[in-house]
């Protein structure tokens, strides 16, 4: 810790720094103590430390990080959801103002104003042919990396994550807790864990009927 506040120090007499760390709460405790370390050894320096994390009702509780963002030391800031209005910005940008709000709309509902998402779904759009762009043109898009960053949250769960999701998956919008359950092959305990494991990972909503926190996620 010593040696990386000296190095931080070295590199901050050169320029202003900023220190950037996404993803907090998948963080090992060696991190984050070094994160609840440099807190006081760096109020004299031009430095910036960046720390993102999933909001507390979503991510997973880690009472290190809590420590962190909770000193009166740290400023947070909480991010909403991209705007019906942003969103149609944004896809004006990426796909001119031809695409229309009709697919704006259908953009922002299926990403529910998730920045990656969006992104990801555009550069989809993108390499459409321009004829076929329209909210129809979105009924079958499950982006690559929108898939790949799913299925590393599902990967984490283990068999009973991924068994429940399926059954939501397949049981379609608002399915009942017990009848998933059972589809999956749970007994109500596991079922319970799992759930709660899906909900924390952002891939199911937290709360019945039983559904998934965007359209993309479930396609």
Do not use: K
């Amino acid at each position: 810790s010593h040696a990386l506040v000296w190095a931080i120090a070295n590199l901050a007499e050169e320029a202003p720094l900023a220190l950037c760390v996404d993803d907090a709460h998948w963080a090992d405790d060696v991190s984050l103590r070094l994160l609840t370390y440099l807190l006081g050894r760096l109020r004299r320096l031009p430095v910036a430390v960046l720390v993102a994390r999933r909001p507390r009702g979503a991510g997973i509780r880690r009472p290190l990080l809590e420590a962190i963002f909770a000193d009166p030391r740290v400023e947070c800031l909480a991010l909403e959801p991209l705007s019906t209005a942003a969103v149609a910005a944004i896809v004006d940008d990426q796909l001119g103002t031809g695409a229309g709000p009709e697919l704006a709309a259908a953009c922002a509902s299926m990403t529910a104003g998730n920045p990656f998402y969006l992104h990801e779904l555009l550069l989809e759009l993108g390499s459409l042919p321009g004829g076929s762009l329209g909210p129809r043109s979105l009924d079958q898009i499950a982006p690559e990396s929108v898939s790949r960053a799913v299925f590393v949250r599902l990967a984490r769960l283990g068999p009973e994550g991924t068994a429940l999701a399926r059954s939501v998956a397949i049981l379609g919008e608002g399915a009942a807790f017990a009848h998933a359950a059972e589809l999956a092959g749970l007994e109500e305990a596991s079922a319970i864990r799992a759930f709660d494991a899906l909900a924390i990972a952002e891939i199911l909503r937290g709360a019945e009927p039983l559904g998934f926190v965007h359209p993309l996620v479930a396609q």
